[in-house]
């Protein structure tokens, strides 16, 4: 079936420098990028919707300055957290839909600790 | 803007037995899906079941199948035959008709299932 790669699956970080979070499609062509925070013990939220080639969607209230999204490839997004701070620490989750089917592929998360 | 709704933050069900979880949605469109995702401790989300709004008949996935009452806006999962394995967070998710990016998915708060010997 449809994998989709996360990596790091966790990192930690210095208050003040970015980090990359990457999700590569390894079987399909991901159209469609979702990118989600998750707090403990609670809900996805989404951050925002990319598709290949175009500018992120952004949802209200996410700063599109501070979460650089970047889907160039068919096969590869990228989230980078910029100048991050503790209250960034969360888990991140991406999640792709392809050309063919209609479903959704989710990757296996990266928890990230600002420190 | 569409919401989904989980009132049961935590259950539990002895290992064999039979439970549901609930799960509303609000929404003025007609052409929708509906999901149910499992998080087990790993935290990797899985498809459980889909439905989709233009059928009346209930998806159904082995030991997993859905109550869909869509005047009423309801959306249940329930687990037959309960297995250890089947314990996770348990999110209902939403999705308008396939209309390019409006093809996100909208969460619940999710349902912490416990299974029990």
């Known amino acids: 079936g449809a994998v989709v790669s996360q990596h790091p699956s966790w990192v930690i970080c210095k208050s003040g420098t970015s980090v990359k979070i990457e999700c590569r499609s390894l079987d399909f062509q991901a159209t469609t990028m979702f990118w989600y925070r998750q707090f403990p013990k609670q809900s996805l939220m989404l951050m925002a919707t990319s598709n290949e080639g175009s500018k992120a969607t952004y949802e209200q209230g996410v700063e599109k300055d501070k979460f650089l999204i970047n889907h160039a490839s068919l096969t590869l997004s990228t989230l980078t957290v910029t100048s991050a701070h503790p209250e960034d620490s969360s888990f991140y989750i991406c999640?792709?839909?392809?050309?063919?089917?209609?479903?959704?592929?989710f990757g296996s998360g990266t928890r990230l600790t600002v420190v | 803007a569409q919401t989904v709704t989980q009132s049961q933050p935590e259950m539990s069900v002895q290992e064999a037995e039979t439970v549901t979880l609930s799960c509303t949605y609000d929404t003025s469109e007609s052409d929708y899906y509906l999901f149910w995702y499992k998080q087990p401790p790993s935290r990797q989300m899985i498809l459980v079941i889909r439905?989709?709004?233009?059928?009346?008949q209930n998806a159904t996935e082995n030991r997993f199948s859905v109550n869909f009452q869509k005047a009423a806006k309801s959306f249940s999962l329930k687990i037959s035959d309960s297995q250890l394995g089947d314990a996770a967070m348990y999110f209902c998710a939403y999705r308008r008709g396939n209309t390019g990016t409006a093809s996100k998915l909208t969460f619940g708060t999710g349902t912490r299932l416990q299974v029990t010997l």
């Open positions: 439905q989709e709004a233009y059928k009346q």
């Open positions: 999640s792709a839909r392809g050309t063919g089917g209609d479903g959704y592929t």
